[in-house]
């Protein structure tokens, strides 16, 4: 026992140390980001005081500008220019020098890049959430959820892991090559490339970003034409904490444009990012083609929800309520089947109903809201056009939220929370992705028509199952083919930042976020070399030195038996035969030598 005290006290002593060490603060100076033009403090100027009237029946593309405007209101923003393809890879070659430099970096310099952005997120999170709100019409409470907490999650996760992961990884050098030694080495790709969506537009360009700068490499993200007012003002804090660590000027860019832009970037560009619509996946796939880059795509999804017999029936409507409104115009893909148990069907029906009643609708910023307005131009027609579809084969609304004071320019923005029961995979709206405030509810029998009923989508992103017994949910969510699954929660896969992000079919294919998501960023290089040098180094047998010996294939069956046979007797048996071979050889090419 006396042997174990110092050690024991020792451990004591190290926690207690750490333990103070934490309470220290580090040292991450402040930056300064100016945010004057962004902030709606009532006095505009005349330019940008005006009601925007976006033109029906063709895209903006031909006017060479990026027109942005505020959902809710309609009130006009401002514009940005539409970069052309001989301007995106003046971009793209700016930042690949300085990548250069930046791949010599630091990870204590990284580390201080990220604790910066994570100090200046904190200290001004109204600030940011406020400018998401009014460029994509999402509540503040929704800006927090999606925008902070899932930024500030990475950026954490990648001070405590992120060298780790970056470091070379030893592997087993397996049988033959015991007196080698093998590693993986992870290596910056040079410069990535991101087509990211409106949906979140701090966190869609922070989640890239982040990962990129990390792993030593520059980044062009090409934001949507739909948020580039707030994408914008987000570069600047990108800036402002890269110059305060003293890296390159133009490692990270931020671009706006059209279709064209960003296929000027993906032909640019080491790696392309892309989040969006399985049809512009597939164009983005062909032209990445072309130079073979490799390619990440997060495309459409439509999530099954499901709940089984044996739940908190008032929890969990309160869950499904969340993810509907999650899923709505201004916010992410989040659930979009719903699947209730016959047994608790029109009980749970009943609960959302109540709920949805009591949900608000109205320009976020201008008072309390639950919901606020879609982001997209003309994106409530369509999902009118799918709740139709669906009541004229036979489903019934049983629920929708009601609006606040709206002005006359943005009645189109909004769409009440609709709550939809006795439907079924007939309908567009259980096939479709929504990507609005829609309900529906269908009845399913037992775990095994659901597996099924979930399966039957074109959409492979994610999944969550509730069930009082924990086991029970699991298994079903095991069955399900997607590539995030929640059990007894929803959409909690996406804030471990440690897990990677993805799905699979029309949902699309590679991941971000966690481990595979951070080294999707590097060239992955397997090295090998000897463990011992110098003192022994690799040497071509002589049997099979050329001229190859008259027994060099004996030579390499005994050597395949001694290193893999399944019996030891054998394998012992063979090595001597290895042995044997080289003794006889040897002598042999010492005699001709010497003649």
């Not at 505009?44 to 005006?50: D, G, K």
Request: proline fraction near 5%; include cysteine; aromatic fraction near 10%.
């Amino acid at each position: 026992m006396a042997f174990w005290w110092p050690i024991i006290v020792l451990a004591f002593a190290y926690a207690i140390c750490r333990f103070l060490l934490m309470l220290i603060p580090p040292n991450v100076p402040s930056i300064d980001v100016d945010a004057s033009d962004v902030l709606d403090d009532g006095n505009q100027t005349q330019e940008n005081s005006f009601i925007y009237i976006p033109p029906r029946g063709r895209t903006q593309q031909s006017d060479r500008k990026v027109q942005c405007y505020e959902p809710a209101t309609m009130k006009y923003l401002g514009f940005f220019p539409a970069l052309t393809p001989a301007e995106v890879e003046e971009r793209v070659t700016q930042a690949r020098k300085a990548q250069k430099i930046w791949a010599k970096s630091s990870f204590k310099q990284r580390r201080q890049f990220l604790r910066i952005l994570l100090k200046y997120i904190i200290e001004h999170q109204e600030l940011i959430c406020e400018v998401s709100s009014r460029d994509t019409g999402k509540t503040m409470v929704d800006a927090s959820l999606g925008e902070i907490m899932t930024t500030c999650e990475k950026i954490t996760w990648l001070l405590s892991e992120g060298e780790k992961w970056l470091r070379p990884e030893y592997r087993s050098s397996g049988r033959s090559m015991l007196h080698k030694k093998s590693k993986v080495e992870f290596h910056p790709l040079g410069v990535i490339g991101a087509i990211v969506s409106w949906n979140y537009p701090f966190h869609n360009i922070f989640n890239p970003m982040l990962a990129a700068v990390f792993s030593g490499n520059g980044v062009v993200i090409k934001v949507s034409e739909h948020a580039s007012w707030s994408g914008c003002f987000y570069f600047r804090i990108i800036q402002a904490a890269l110059a305060a660590v003293g890296a390159p000027e133009n490692l990270v860019e931020v671009i706006t444009g059209f279709a064209e832009t960003g296929e000027a970037l993906v032909s640019s560009v080491d790696k392309i990012i892309f989040v969006g619509s399985p049809g512009v996946g597939k164009m983005i796939m062909a032209n990445a083609a072309e130079t073979l880059i490799p390619v990440t795509l997060e495309l459409g999804g439509k999530d099954a929800f499901i709940v089984c017999e044996d739940v908190d029936i008032p929890h969990v409507a309160q869950v499904a309520v969340r993810a509907t409104l999650q899923s709505s115009g201004q916010n992410c893909a989040g659930a979009e089947r719903f699947y209730v148990h016959r047994d608790i069907y029109n009980s749970f029906v009943n609960q959302v109903t109540k709920i949805v009643k009591s949900v608000s609708a109205g320009p976020p910023l201008a008072a309390r809201y639950d919901m606020g307005a879609i982001c997209l131009q003309e994106h409530s027609e369509k999902l009118q056009h799918l709740v139709d579809d669906a009541v004229d084969k036979g489903a019934e609304i049983v629920a929708r939220g009601s609006f606040g004071h709206l002005s006359e320019g943005a009645v189109d923005q909004f769409f009440p929370p609709t709550v939809l029961k006795n439907v079924n995979h007939t309908m567009k709206l259980m096939q479709e992705e929504t990507f609005g405030p829609i309900m529906p509810i269908m009845k399913f029998n037992s775990d095994e028509e659901v597996v099924k009923l979930a399966n039957d989508s074109r959409y492979g992103l994610g999944c969550a199952v509730f069930s009082g017994s924990q086991r029970r949910a699991k298994e079903i969510a095991s069955q399900i083919h997607c590539g995030v699954a929640a059990v007894n929660d929803f959409a909690s896969t996406y804030m471990c930042q440690s897990l990677p992000f993805g799905g699979t079919k029309d949902s699309g294919f590679g991941r971000f976020a966690g481990v595979e998501g951070l080294r999707a960023c590097c060239l992955v290089k397997a090295v090998v070399e000897d463990r011992w040098w110098p003192y022994i180094k690799t040497k071509i047998p002589k049997p099979i030195q050329y001229p190859v010996a008259e027994n060099g294939f004996e030579f390499q069956e005994s050597l395949v038996e001694a290193l893999y046979g399944l019996n030891i007797w054998d394998r012992l048996r063979a090595l001597v035969n290895v042995l044997k071979i080289i003794s006889e050889q040897n002598p042999v090419a010492t005699s001709k030598k010497n003649d």
